[in-house]
């Protein structure tokens, strides 16, 4: 089966500047992740959807970023305008199903992510 | 929020047995403890996964005590090629957020 798909792999942006960033998820994974990762940190959750809608956004800086999830497949990472500190990689993942009780064990599967550099 | 504690580093020598103890005294009835590894320039990769008691896979093996405050992945015969970082991370049934640690760097020599 084809791997969660992300692009661009890397991008240089001065700050201010706005930049997006893509997923394209597992096929038939109704849960999507965007995670940030800071150099030598473990990756932070920035929003997580169950199809086209939000489960868990409050770690996003919504005053410059914004994530949308059209019709439940492909989804979008907007930083509008960027800072130094959004220098990270970017990580978008899947699973199947977000599932309740003791047999809820969703395995995220991750795409290579998004280098992001803001000079 | 549950969290996590692991070692920041460990080294071993290529062919020994690793063992990572990942600490999680507030663990909820329904996570699971999940642990992933990372390469430079890669997203983490699923290792293995685990409720209670041992799980086994053809890489890894989890321990999981009774009290499930934590949790030891064993990596039998280690090879230069599982230098990585090793997370563990809670999956729960509840809308909380899997929230990863800061990891265990791997070394691996000859």
């Known amino acids: 089966e084809a791997g969660v798909a992300q692009s661009p792999r890397y991008k240089i942006i001065e700050k201010r500047q706005s930049v997006a960033f893509w997923c394209n998820p597992i096929?038939?994974?109704?849960?999507l992740y965007w995670y940030q990762q800071i150099l030598g940190q473990g990756p932070k959750l920035l929003i997580q959807?169950?199809?086209?809608?939000?489960?868990?956004d409050s770690q996003l800086p919504k005053d410059r970023f914004s994530a949308e999830r059209l019709k439940g497949v492909d989804s979008t990472l907007k930083i509008q305008p960027a800072k130094l500190e959004d220098s990270a990689v970017y990580l978008c993942?899947?699973?199947?199903?977000?599932?309740?009780?003791?047999?809820?064990?969703?395995?995220?599967?991750f795409g290579a992510g998004s280098r992001l550099t803001v000079l | 929020l549950a969290k996590t504690t692991q070692p920041i580093s460990m080294d071993s020598y290529e062919g020994q047995e690793v063992n990572i103890t990942c600490s999680h005294n507030n663990i909820a009835t329904n996570d699971y403890i999940t642990w992933y590894q990372q390469f430079p320039s890669q997203g983490p990769r699923f290792i293995i996964q685990g409720y209670k008691t041992k799980v086994t896979n053809e890489v890894a093996s989890l321990f999981i005590p009774a009290d499930r405050k934590s949790s030891t992945l064993s990596l039998p015969r280690v090879s230069l090629s599982d230098t990585a970082v090793y997370y563990c991370?809670?999956?729960?049934?509840?809308?909380?957020?899997?929230?990863f640690g800061t990891g265990t760097r791997l070394q691996v020599t000859l």
């Open positions: 991370l809670f999956n729960t049934g509840t809308a909380s957020k899997l929230t």
């Open positions: 096929s038939g994974h109704a849960t």
């Open positions: 959807f169950q199809n086209n809608g939000v489960v868990d």
């Open positions: 993942a899947s699973s199947l199903i977000f599932a309740g009780g003791r047999t809820g064990a969703n395995v995220l599967t």
